[in-house]
């Protein structure tokens, strides 16, 4: 290409430009986009507006669709201007007029509603960058005719091994399509589970197996959509099933006995999400989370303790708060033999009573009201303890028994009670002879 024809080609596109400038058309068109979007502001400011779901933001304990429901306002602004447009390209394209700029205008707003619906309802980090940075382009190709040229130069990129031909837009689509399909199954199952549990007129352990069914069907959902998408023919997928069932059978037998033990947990009642649990091995803490292979145990130092749901079947295991969350437990000290044990144990029991925690009051049945007796009688005193029953597990957060301890020491020590301790008497036989070695 010569200077010469460099010359020609830019007074060519210098005409173009000059009519396109001093064309009425083209600022009608421009009058028309300025138009539409004051117009789909306005509009979707009166709709946010007015509608409580869209105009109040909700807090971090609202319903998930409440929630939803209010990023989706967002939405309303590129929406309106998006079909507005639509409908005035239709309209004045039948009149027989020129819409080149009103297209362009167009292309800007579907990439636009695009990076709304990403920026509003996307959350995860990674998953917005993969939807900003493969799927805008591919949608700016759609939209200018180019994807087909694209798939078609992908398609001669080709490997065959054996019977199978593997292309470049086959490997980009089940790549492209997989993360798509795994965040929109992951998404999904979030919301979903959410849903399910913020339904209050259901019992937490029917929200449970709901939300664990929940689970499978999107994971079974999905695969489905990814082996489709792979182009594998599921039909041939069953003449073989039965052998790989076998085998996946004998190998996944624990995962499988897993999950079955975690719907029997659910449906017979005898596990729930806030219990505190004690396993045969020592382990303990609240139940916070039933997944599909194991149940998530939370310590009272903030460690996650994992546990198959199968244990829960075949071992032993301790719910204290099962069917009743009150709990008895009992505090142990010793007083000297000297002390007043009838008039020490009524005040004792009245310093116990004052602890918010402790359950008592005149409404209170009688054997659950704290009480103090004789333990043993031991080498140095009297061994005393006190019980008294409480709402919860003491321990962790609740630390009764460590309070009550020192409200016990306090209240002796108050009444001039000293807590004995281990004494010996050291008796010295031959005195005169200890004092010559003594003086030597």
Avoid at 121 to 142: D, E, M, Q, R, S
Wanted: with cysteine; hydrophobic share 50%.
């Amino acid at each position: 290409m010569n200077l010469e024809t460099i010359s020609t080609q830019a007074d060519q596109l210098w005409l173009v430009i000059l009519s396109t400038l001093t064309n009425p058309n083209t600022y009608a068109q421009v009058s028309i986009v300025l138009f539409v979007y004051l117009l789909a502001f306005w509009l979707a400011r009166k709709i946010r507006n007015a509608v409580g779901l869209t105009h109040y933001e909700p807090d971090s304990s609202a319903h998930p669709m409440r929630k939803l429901a209010y990023r989706v306002g967002y939405l309303v602004y590129p929406l309106i201007a998006l079909i507005t447009l639509k409908v005035i390209i239709e309209t004045v394209h039948n009149a027989g007029f020129s819409t080149w700029l009103l297209d362009t205008a167009l292309t800007i707003a579907v990439l636009l509603f695009y990076y709304s619906m990403i920026r509003v309802l996307v959350v995860n980090t990674i998953a917005a960058k993969l939807f900003k940075w493969v799927g805008l382009p591919i949608l700016l190709l759609h939209l200018t005719g180019s994807l087909s040229t694209v798939i078609v130069a992908l398609e001669d990129i080709s490997l065959t091994l054996g019977n199978v031909n593997i292309t470049a837009y086959g490997v980009v689509r089940v790549l492209i399509f997989g993360a798509v399909l795994f965040w929109l199954g992951r998404a999904s199952n979030s919301f979903g589970k959410d849903i399910i549990r913020k339904q209050e007129s259901i019992d937490i352990r029917t929200r449970e197996v709901f939300s664990k069914l929940f689970e499978v069907a999107v994971f079974c959902i999905i695969a489905l959509l990814l082996l489709n998408v792979m182009g594998i023919n599921l039909t041939a997928l069953a003449v073989f099933g039965g052998a790989v069932g076998v085998g996946l059978g004998l190998g996944l037998q624990s995962i499988a006995s897993n999950f079955i033990s975690g719907i029997i947990i659910l449906l017979d009642r005898s596990l729930t999400v806030g219990d505190f649990v004690e396993m045969d091995d020592g382990s303990k803490g609240f139940v916070r989370e039933f997944r599909m292979r194991y149940t998530v145990l939370e310590t009272y130092d903030g460690k996650d303790i994992l546990v198959p749901n199968e244990k829960f079947i075949s071992n032993l295991m301790v719910n204290w708060t099962h069917k009743d969350p009150k709990q008895r437990y009992r505090v142990d000290f010793s007083v000297p033999y000297a002390t007043d044990i009838r008039s020490m144990v009524e005040f004792i029991k009245v310093a116990v009573a004052e602890h918010p925690s402790v359950i008592s009051g005149p409404d209170v049945p009688f054997e659950e009201r704290p009480d103090c007796e004789i333990d043993s009688f031991g080498d140095s005193g009297v061994n005393m303890f006190v019980e008294f029953w409480m709402e919860g597990i003491d321990d962790g957060k609740n630390r009764v028994g460590g309070d009550l301890m020192l409200i016990i020491f306090e209240t002796l020590r108050e009444n001039g009670i000293e807590i004995p301790f281990p004494q010996r008497e050291v008796r010295i036989l031959n005195e005169e002879t200890f004092s010559v070695k003594s003086s030597n």
